[in-house]
């Protein structure tokens, strides 16, 4: 069965650097998205992307955030200059087409920021 | 801002007995989904429902959609302790324009069924 991956599983970094996290779609997918999910709280939207633009953006997704679909099968999230704060899991997830309502997630990229 | 709210956010029972969870909104959602999420994973699609009073089915879980699109529940039917992990509803909105379904996500019921 197809499946978003995500990589790495984990990943440490000091405080304003840049870190780059990546995520392979469902192959067939043409909807793509980056979640986070703070320890204990709830999982929040941050950007959607298709057709290789943004859709949609929460308030979250600040300048210091960018994404990018790389080549046919990656689809990357950038944090330039990461703050404690930006410390979560970080889901990846993709739908068929616009009106699919599933949304399938990878398994997350644990971010650490000290 | 759509807000979805989880009820409730701990439940632990015995193996064999029956639960309801509950999602609530003062907003229409598009779409409901229902995930399950273990513990430094992400969460893992069971089921959408799209029609207001929908009702489906998965072995011993059954979901319902609310009339009005507003609210969804979750019965779990002889829970079994594999049971055991975080329900996550979550709402859609494929109303925007050219926009994919962004997805508005509750708190969580963490359920622990006990053998």
């Known amino acids: 069965e197809p499946e978003v991956t995500q990589t790495p599983s984990h990943q440490v970094t000091q405080m304003g650097q840049e870190v780059i996290l990546r995520c392979v779609p469902i192959?067939?997918?043409?909807?793509f998205y980056w979640y986070r999910q703070i320890l204990g709280q709830k999982v929040e939207f941050l950007v959607s992307?298709?057709?290789?633009?943004?859709?949609?953006k929460s308030e979250i997704f600040d300048d210091q955030f960018s994404v990018e679909r790389p080549d046919g099968s990656n689809f990357t999230l950038k944090i330039r200059s990461t703050k404690l704060e930006d410390s979560a899991m970080y889901f990846c997830a993709s739908s068929r087409d616009r009106y699919s309502y599933e949304q399938y997630f990878g398994p997350g990229t644990r971010l650490t920021v000290t | 801002t759509q807000l979805l709210e989880q009820s409730p956010q701990f439940l632990s029972i015995q193996e064999g007995e029956n639960l309801t969870v509950y999602c609530n909104s003062s907003?229409?959602?598009?779409?409901l989904q229902w995930y399950r999420q273990e513990p430094g994973e992400g969460p893992v699609l069971l089921v959408t429902v799209v029609t207001g009073g929908e009702v489906k089915k998965l072995k011993r879980l059954t979901f319902q959609f609310g009339d009005a699109r507003k609210d969804s529940s979750l019965h779990i039917t002889a829970a079994q302790p594999g049971d055991t992990g975080l329900y996550l509803c979550?709402?859609?909105?494929?109303?925007?324009?050219?926009?994919?379904?962004?997805?508005?996500f509750g708190g969580g019921t963490r359920l622990m069924v006990k053998p």
């Open positions: 192959s067939n997918h043409l909807y």
């Open positions: 907003s229409v959602f598009s779409s």
């Open positions: 992307f298709y057709n290789n633009e943004i859709s949609e």
């Open positions: 979550a709402g859609g909105d494929t109303a925007r324009n050219n926009a994919g379904n962004m997805l508005t």
